[in-house]
């Protein structure tokens, strides 16, 4: 039995925060879920994918967001508990559907992660997701530690079913991979199939029919206030003069803060957790109990902003500061040494927290830039394609890990906006420029929302070409499925779906299909594509080597090593492909033999033949 599917009550286990809340939907009795992989909620599906089967509820991995959560809303309609997971720019895929199940509500608990990212460890941008439950009107819930991780997602499907709403559970990175001690529930009863009734004039959103759902919704939002009024994750710790209002991550630093600085008897705490409806009569008691505020928000000041708004109608007129000149910054995530120093220089204490230790002698690490893996099929197709396009083409690209092609020295990736951004914003470059163009994208992305654009490009005419790096999986965030993946050595019984066959379907007449590290016939391929007027797609097949060798289809290849005799020192090896197998020693080109896996495309740009396999 898999460890998160114990029914132990009082058992404590070392829990990831995505693994804590896999265990919750466990312990809530989920009957579906959903998702599409994004870092920093990966690791939930991925724990549902290797417990589902022997748990008894459905899950898939999805084509895309919004279709994750239209799945889960068909559950949760029809009577089933569902859960759906995403990063916090999916929920901009899945907002079209989101926006319109707040009005038409679930009949069982439906529960929408939402892993935000401070800092940008793995995405496109910062954006703050707290906006979206006041853009939709639904209820939002905050954990601050991995053990409520788990309690809150049990409460999101309770507070889910007692309003009849989605309900959406929002994290950060720091909490999704953070570990802690998680206390294991009683697990309910899974029920995975439910009964869908009928009633057209509250489930069809025509305007005559959104029209009373709107002011429903409004009526379930009061509900919902109430609801955060006396929730048990909203408190009110201590009964000093000096206010701090925070949440999810943020509380633990400030904790850490006010104990370290030993300020605890000067200090009230506000902790929302239910941080949406915010409790505004919890709040103006706060208000009214201290001298001044000090808010701890990573990203916007939503909280900051809302709290002004209800010490104003109320009267209340102390100075209530978060973000601006010396205090918390817009930026990124914060961290235990921030928060402390400005709360320390906020309410005027001395910060006596040991100096860190003088490390000004100790020379800095080496840089490490994130780099295309050592045989890395996607670097031998932008070799291909960069020896006959040439640094003059436009090379829109996408979400994955082929966007590091942006480093030098293949410099393959001018503009990336979203997934499958590189296909339509080629249309945009075809029709305003002369220039050639050339997008990239990865086939998980192309599935997800690169189809559309495909569509948009062949019907209107565009000229440019569409490079398809398939790799056979979902490989930025782990190695997932997707519908061009065959998952039966995987247990699962899915129908594969071919790219090539789904490309010629849209109506796209040149298509070739070609193995990146075969590069002269690659080379072949983009020339021809070049030629060709009008949409031209390339599908560049080959396994992530790191893949195939998690699945036992890495193909055996000796390693290779560079001839010094032969070598002319030419360093197109290291100039145009910079594999991190290959390096330079005293002037010499080397190949780490511990890295390098034989993919032999080194071997087949070097003018000299002076890289052969190793004869070991």
């Known amino acids: ?176 991979h953070l570990r802690g001690a998680v206390k294991f529930g009683p697990k309910r009863e899974i029920k995975a199939k439910g009964f869908f009734k009928k009633d057209p004039f509250h489930y069809v959103a025509i305007p005559a029919v959104s029209r009373k759902l709107h002011k429903l919704l409004l009526e379930k939002y009061n509900q919902a206030w109430e609801l955060s009024e006396d929730s048990e994750y909203n408190q009110i710790i201590g009964n000093g003069p000096w206010g701090i209002v ?71 007129g102390i100075p209530i500061k978060g973000k601006g000149d010396g205090l918390f910054p817009r930026l990124y995530e914060y961290d235990p040494g921030m928060v402390r120093k400005t709360i320390a220089s906020y309410f005027g204490v001395s910060d006596a927290t040991p100096v860190m230790v003088d490390m000004s002698e100790v020379p800095e690490l080496p840089g490490r ?119 039966t050595p995987m247990g699962v019984d899915t129908k594969t779906l071919s790219i090539e066959s789904l490309v010629r379907g849209l109506g796209v007449e040149h298509v070739e299909v070609v193995n990146p590290l075969q590069v002269k016939k690659a080379i072949a391929a983009a020339r021809a594509a070049k030629e060709f007027e009008g949409i031209s797609v390339i599908i560049s097949k080959e396994l992530c080597p790191l893949f195939a060798r998690a699945i036992k289809k890495a193909k055996k290849a000796r390693p290779f090593y560079v001839n010094q005799d032969k070598c002319k020192k030419h360093m197109d090896c290291i100039n145009l492909l910079a594999c991190p197998a290959m390096y330079i020693e005293n002037g010499r080109t080397m190949i780490d033999e511990s890295l390098c896996i034989g993919c032999t495309v080194c071997a087949q740009i070097c003018p000299e033949n002076a890289i052969t396999p190793l004869k070991k």
């Open 1 to 176: 039995m898999h460890k998160l599917l114990e029914d132990s009550p009082g058992k404590e286990m070392l829990l990831l925060g995505n693994e804590a809340i896999a265990r919750g939907a466990i312990e809530a009795g989920i009957g579906l879920a959903s998702c599409y992989p994004g870092t920093p909620s990966s690791e939930i599906p991925d724990t549902f994918f290797t417990l589902y089967q022997e748990a008894g509820f459905y899950f898939e991995y999805s084509t895309n967001e919004k279709v994750a959560l239209e799945v889960a809303a068909g559950a949760a309609v029809s009577g089933v508990r569902s859960i759906v997971t995403m990063k916090h720019v999916g929920m901009n895929v899945a907002s079209d559907a989101l926006m319109t199940m707040a009005y038409l509500g679930v009949n069982a608990g439906m529960v929408v992660i939402n892993a935000d990212d401070p800092y940008l460890f793995s995405s496109q941008n910062e954006q703050d997701n707290r906006y979206y439950a006041r853009l939709s009107g639904l209820p939002m819930i905050e954990p601050v530690n991995a053990q409520e991780m788990k309690d809150m997602t049990i409460a999101a499907f309770d507070i889910s079913e007692q309003l009849k709403l989605p309900v959406i559970l929002r994290t950060t990175t720091r909490l999704n």
């Open 246 to 316: 925070t949440n999810g991550v943020s509380m633990n630093y400030v904790q850490d803060a006010v104990k370290d600085l030993g300020i605890g008897e000067k200090v009230t705490i506000l902790r929302l957790g239910f941080s949406h409806p915010m409790p505004e009569r919890m709040i103006e008691k706060f208000l009214s109990s201290v001298e001044n505020v000090l808010v701890v928000e990573e990203l916007e000041p939503v909280m900051e902003n809302e709290i002004r708004s209800i010490a104003q109608s109320e009267g209340i």
């Open 369 to 487: 830039p994130p780099n295309l893996c050592a045989g890395c099929p996607h670097r031998a197709m932008y070799y291909a394609i960069k020896q006959v396009y040439g640094p003059e083409a436009i090379y829109p690209s996408d979400i994955g890990c082929y966007t590091l092609g942006v480093l030098p020295p293949l410099s393959m990736a001018d503009i990336v906006i979203c997934m499958g951004g590189s296909v339509g914003s080629s249309c945009g470059f075809t029709a305003a420029t002369d220039q050639k163009v050339v997008a990239f994208i990865g086939d998980s992305t192309f599935f997800h929302a690169g189809i559309p654009a495909l569509v948009n490009a062949v019907h209107n005419n565009h000229d440019f070409t569409l490079v398809i790096l398939d790799n056979g999986t979902t490989a930025m965030t782990g190695h997932q499925p997707h519908p061009g993946v065959d998952t």
